[in-house]
């Protein structure tokens, strides 16, 4: 009996491009690189690395070009609410993992922290509303974060409203549409930039609409090159792509920000997007990039929880230059490990087994069971 049910082998999983895979991951460590420098050095002009908040909006474009990628040609066949279920699976294990890491480390951090001055019912409320990326800025020894106990988790949700818009309208729309939405975007993205100096916002209540700002120009920018097939051929390579990648993340930080940084967002990565795309890949790079891709997201949701613990260390013990270079690179490889560690024993396992459930439902839909 034929139904319009969509099938496992609709849902699967479309082949990689190992270039954007790296670079993804080149992006998360240099954000979790820019976090603990924040903590040393508040003026960012003093960081090496001032610009990698950047990073998120790079992450944002390559979300809108391989989601173009990934479900243009099968949302209609699949179906919104199997769309959903595939985002969620996808992107949800780690939301939850990223809480519970955030939660204990607020407890029970060994360097400082104040949870003794807040009721149990304000702590369980934060922590329901950061498992369900609704945003909560309460936690006052949390800076306000839109999500107290998993700061880049405001990206996360930024990325769950870009999901629900592609499904509801993005998808169904022309290219000419979607050029027109993204030039307003880009408008907005201009004026928050010249109103905050910056392009920094997006985590607090405060800069609510500043990481809708973001998400709205970069999302449709990265939809937009997949659209017109905007792929330039070259020889760059991963390693050539990665510094290219790598120069917007410790470019100045000064005050021209106002206009260097919407530069960068509105050309520079959308460019970077279409390079990556078309590089060719040398066979002994494939597999660090196959690893990259792999480790950023499980990197990007876990590593925030150290973070709060290192900011509580570095107040206190203030380490020289020597001993925070050290601290800092050997808590990178830490977190790599084991944000390595969760993607094997929690979130790999955990998709695998909701989307072998899915799978069954399906394939018993399909044959009329």
């Avoid at 003794?116 to 409320?125: A, D, N, P």
């Avoid at 010249?194 to 990481?211: A, E, I, K, Q, V």
């Amino acid at each position: 009996m034929e139904t319009n049910k969509p099938t496992p082998e609709i849902l699967q999983t479309k082949q990689h491009f190992e270039i954007l895979d790296g670079l993804r991951g080149i992006a998360a460590l240099s954000v979790v690189t820019f976090h603990f420098m924040e903590w040393a050095y508040s003026n960012y002009s003093k960081s090496f690395i001032g610009h990698g908040f950047l990073a998120v909006d790079f992450f944002f474009c390559l979300s809108g070009f391989v989601i173009g990628y990934a479900y243009d040609d099968r949302i209609a066949k699949m179906g919104i609410l199997e769309f959903f279920k595939s985002r969620i699976i996808r992107l949800h294990p780690l939301v939850i993992a990223g809480s519970v890491l955030g939660l204990l480390a607020f407890l029970f951090d060994p360097f400082g922290g104040h949870p003794e001055l807040y009721s149990t019912g304000k702590i369980i409320l934060a922590f329901f509303c950061s498992l369900l990326l609704i945003p909560l800025p309460v936690i006052a020894d949390r800076s306000f974060n839109l999500f107290s106990f998993n700061a880049p988790a405001w990206s996360l949700f930024w990325e769950y409203v870009a999901n629900i818009v592609y499904a509801f309208v993005l998808y169904k729309i022309n290219r000419g549409y979607l050029l027109l939405l993204t030039i307003f975007s880009a408008g907005a993205i201009c004026l928050v930039a010249y109103r905050s100096g910056n392009l920094l916002g997006g985590w607090s209540g405060p800069t609510f609409w500043d990481g809708g700002a973001r998400i709205s120009y970069s999302f449709l920018a990265g939809l937009l090159i997949y659209r017109s097939r905007y792929i330039i051929k070259n020889n760059l390579g991963f390693i050539g792509m990665a510094i290219l990648l790598f120069l917007a993340f410790i470019m100045p930080f000064s005050k021209w920000n106002w206009l260097s940084e919407p530069v960068v967002v509105l050309f520079y990565f959308p460019l970077l997007i279409a390079l990556g795309a078309g590089a060719t890949l040398k066979p002994a790079l494939k597999k660090v990039c196959i690893f990259f891709g792999k480790i950023s997201y499980p990197l990007y949701m876990t590593h925030y929880a150290v973070l709060w613990m290192f900011g509580n260390y570095y107040g206190s013990h203030k380490p020289g230059t020597v001993q925070l270079a050290l601290i800092i690179i050997t808590s990178l490889i830490l977190l790599v490990g084991a944000a390595y560690l969760v993607m094997i024993i929690y979130d790999i396992p955990v998709r695998k087994y909701l989307n072998d459930k899915r799978d069954e439902r399906l394939a018993k839909q399909k044959s009329g069971g």
